[in-house]
């Protein structure tokens, strides 16, 4: 990365990563799986090596040998970001506290009512920043915990990662402790109380060093069980081995008890009962009398009340005749076709229409309406109205 080279404001920066976000999409889910090949990434950027370059130049991407990699700032604070880091930084919180206490001292020590201000805004920040990397510690060690436990096939690895991870929960514990120390005695915080903003960030750090102690109970808890289920999975594994050591040797029956133990227990009460389905023919169905009430008689014992099916009356003459329903209907497609041809404003059309059965006024809306909703596009509004029977009406013609 050319030093000179460097992003100059935060739109430049934002429209680069929005610009590139299918190369960083590609690389960031690819981080832990290959290393990415240029030609690869030259393709995701539609074959512009000078946006490729740029990238590089500009210290997002890093080459390594023959391959590129996203580089390390970014990549963590895209795994920041999106809550899939795996580092447990005690460290962070360490130098929060640190930068905490320096700028308390600062706060004590200057007399400008401004910079004062200042100094106790920058405490704020940092007392806010410290709750939630604890908290963000405390999920992580959870997570990495849980995946040691039940990913991690190395024995002897597995308990050392276990063992490691109990430092640093034991480290954040501690660290926990010291800034609660800090909020409680130090004589800045009392002079800062005042201040409703700082009370209120005071609170919810105090909780969420709470929650980040109820965690870290329950992980001690955890862990203890893990450690003992590692323990007996050790011993079963080794008695296993000793096991199949003597029956290579052939001697397993003279030095254990192995027969005698196995002739004792009956392990098949464990085994699911079995059941064996038999279909029976047609033919016996309905041939044999004995069988049919044998199967009845079981229906009853287990409940089921399904009737045979009977056959069916056969059909009369009368219903094997035709029978004719008309009901009548206006087609309104053939009202709408004469009306075009007619010269009549829509209205006065449907009153004339020749219907062959007796129709009300409301019958007469509902069809101009419906007219007028499937033909819009060839009624010509004149703006006018006329009544009729108390109906007022728009006039309309076609076009």
């Known amino acids: 990365m050319d030093p000179f080279n460097h992003f100059r404001s935060i739109e430049e920066l934002t429209k680069t990563l929005s610009k590139e976000h299918e190369l960083l999409a590609q690389m960031f889910d690819k981080r832990k799986l290959?290393?990415?090949?240029?030609?690869?990434?030259?393709?995701?950027?539609?074959?512009?090596?000078?946006?490729?370059?740029?990238?590089?130049?500009?210290?997002?991407?890093?080459?390594?040998?023959?391959?590129?990699?996203?580089?390390?700032?970014?990549?963590?604070?895209?795994?920041?970001?999106?809550?899939?880091?795996?580092?447990?930084s005690v460290l962070s919180v360490q130098e929060c506290i640190n930068t905490l206490k320096e700028n308390i001292g600062y706060f004590l020590?200057?007399?400008?009512?401004?910079?004062?201000?200042?100094?106790?805004?920058?405490?704020?920040?940092?007392?806010?920043?410290?709750?939630?990397?604890?908290?963000?510690?405390?999920?992580?060690?959870?997570?990495?915990?849980?995946?040691?436990y039940k990913q991690e096939p190395n024995y002897l690895i597995k308990i050392k990662k276990l063992d490691v991870l109990d430092q640093k929960s034991k480290s954040i514990r501690s660290m926990i402790k010291e800034c609660e120390h800090l909020m409680?005695?130090?004589?800045?915080?009392?002079?800062?109380?005042?201040?409703?903003?700082?009370?209120?960030?005071?609170?919810?750090?105090?909780?969420?060093?709470?929650?980040?102690?109820?965690?870290?109970?329950?992980?001690?808890?955890?862990?203890?069980?893990?450690?003992?289920?590692?323990?007996?999975?050790?011993?079963?594994?080794?008695?296993?081995?000793?096991?199949?050591?003597?029956?290579?040797?052939?001697?397993?029956?003279?030095?254990?008890?192995?027969?005698?133990?196995?002739?004792?227990?009956?392990?098949?009460?464990?085994?699911?009962?079995?059941?064996?389905?038999?279909?029976?023919?047609?033919?016996?169905?309905?041939q044999n009398d004995q069988l049919t009430a044998l199967l009845r008689k079981i229906a009853e014992r287990n409940g089921i009340k399904k009737t045979a099916r009977v056959e069916a009356e056969p059909l009369s003459s009368e219903d094997l005749e035709e029978h004719v329903h008309e009901i009548s209907g206006i087609d309104p497609d053939e009202v709408w076709s004469g009306f075009l041809a007619s010269g009549y404003n829509l209205f006065d059309y449907i009153l004339r229409y020749d219907y062959k059965m007796e129709r009300s006024i409301e019958d007469h809306a509902s069809l101009f309406c419906q007219l007028v909703i499937l033909h819009p596009d060839q009624c010509r509004m004149t703006g006018k109205y006329a009544t009729y029977q108390d109906l007022e009406y728009p006039i309309i013609y076609a076009k």
């Open 34 to 88: 290959m290393k990415f090949p240029p030609s690869v990434a030259l393709e995701l950027v539609n074959g512009n090596e000078s946006r490729l370059r740029k990238l590089i130049e500009f210290g997002v991407l890093i080459e390594n040998g023959n391959s590129l990699e996203i580089e390390s700032d970014y990549l963590n604070f895209f795994e920041e970001v999106l809550n899939v880091n795996e580092e447990i």
């Open 109 to 148: 020590q200057e007399s400008n009512v401004n910079r004062k201000g200042y100094y106790q805004d920058i405490v704020r920040q940092l007392l806010k920043k410290t709750g939630f990397r604890t908290l963000k510690n405390v999920v992580d060690l959870k997570r990495n915990m849980d995946n040691t």
């Open 184 to 286: 409680d005695h130090e004589k800045a915080f009392f002079i800062m109380a005042d201040n409703p903003q700082m009370a209120r960030t005071c609170n919810d750090v105090r909780h969420d060093f709470t929650e980040a102690y109820y965690a870290l109970m329950e992980i001690e808890r955890q862990k203890i069980v893990y450690i003992n289920q590692i323990e007996l999975q050790n011993k079963l594994c080794q008695k296993i081995r000793k096991l199949k050591y003597l029956q290579d040797q052939y001697i397993i029956k003279e030095e254990t008890n192995l027969k005698s133990v196995l002739e004792s227990i009956n392990p098949l009460w464990m085994e699911p009962r079995t059941y064996s389905k038999i279909k029976l023919s047609i033919e016996d169905l309905q």
